[in-house]
């Protein structure tokens, strides 16, 4: 395990730099009208050193941990942000689309200022873009959270809580959030 987690940590930068990271669409299926209402932006990691798509419970967990999530999350951010204003530009369709905010990144201190920059530099409408937090990231900083989730409002997010069911599991908890969308988790359901 610390021969694995050095090798990533040593190879993390060049491959961010050899743009090895890569954002996948995963679609949001809208089954009463029948069709795509928009997707969550997932990040994968193709190792060239390895030749292979490393598992995000590989590297993610080690990102978390050393920080480096935070660049990865605005990059993911970013490249979501200016693949849709280059589609609108072709007049592509453009769907709505979601995308995950670690703990590390929402904490940062200019982690609202970068994301309502990035948003107006590529001109996304209000309400086209929801940030998702953790469950658990809502019950350890319900107070910070719940005023990250006011500003982001403000500011045209939509805001979605994620894994639901997987921690704390309270509804009149997380009311008081006020998001747009609970995502359960698997485990709830099972």
């Excluded at 990035?118 to 937090?133: A, H, S």
């Amino acid at each position: 395990n610390y021969r694995k987690k050095a090798e990533i940590e040593g190879r993390m930068e060049s491959a961010f730099e050899n743009n090895e990271f890569h954002i996948f669409y995963q679609p949001k299926y809208n089954i009463k009208r029948g069709g795509m209402d928009g997707s969550e932006i997932l990040v994968r990691w193709f190792d060239t050193k390895i030749d292979h798509y490393r598992t995000p419970n590989e590297f993610l967990p080690i990102f978390e941990e050393n920080g480096f999530i935070s660049r990865l999350d605005r990059f993911v951010f970013y490249k979501a942000c200016e693949n849709a204003a280059n589609m609108a530009e072709k007049n592509q369709p453009v769907y709505p689309f979601s995308v995950n905010v670690s703990r590390v990144t929402a904490i940062q201190p200019d982690f609202l200022e970068y994301y309502k920059r990035i948003k107006q530099k590529f001109n996304i409408r209000d309400g086209f873009v929801t940030i998702e937090f953790t469950e658990s990231f809502a019950y350890e900083n319900y107070e910070y959270l719940a005023g990250v989730i006011h500003e982001l409002h403000g500011s045209g997010f939509q805001c979605s809580l994620d894994d639901f069911g997987t921690g704390f599991s309270n509804l009149s908890y997380i009311t008081g959030l006020r998001p747009e969308n609970i995502k359960i988790g698997r485990m709830f359901i099972n």
